[in-house]
């Protein structure tokens, strides 16, 4: 059974950090480009940052570049995001994904919520 279980969301003030994990099971994880996407209330789901398998290589969406950092860890079969420098506009329901030619898979998302 394919499970991606996501953690390390919660409130946090602008100008601070959290660090999302999302846990991969059921699959062959270093085969798969791992990605995380956010999707604010009223807004359509967006790419947030992804890395592939085979070269990984990284994309960031505009709006974090320089602020996110993914990576992974194939031996623990688990993708991170970094988030640096918050902002209001950072929040968002924070979904993994893993995907490959075939298959695609979604996490059950982790709320990140950036508040003064």
Do not use: H
């Not at 480009?33 to 789901?45: I, T, V």
């Not at 990576?71 to 924070?94: C, F, G, H, I, W």
């Not at 979904?95 to 030619?101: E, F, M, T, V, W």
């Amino acid at each position: 059974q394919v499970q991606l279980v996501e953690s390390g969301g919660g409130l946090v003030q602008p100008g601070g950090s959290l660090r999302l994990s999302c846990a991969a099971s059921g699959f062959t994880f270093s085969t798969y480009a791992m990605s995380w996407y956010r999707q604010a209330p009223g807004k359509e789901r967006e790419l947030v940052a992804e890395i592939r398998s085979i070269d990984g290589r990284i994309n960031y969406a505009d709006s974090v570049k320089g602020r996110f950092t993914i990576s992974r860890d194939n031996a623990k079969n688990t993708v991170y995001l970094q988030m640096n420098s918050l902002k209001p506009e950072d929040t968002a329901v924070y979904y993994c994904n893993a995907r490959n030619l075939f298959n695609r898979y979604w996490g059950q998302g982790t709320q990140v919520t950036v508040s003064s």
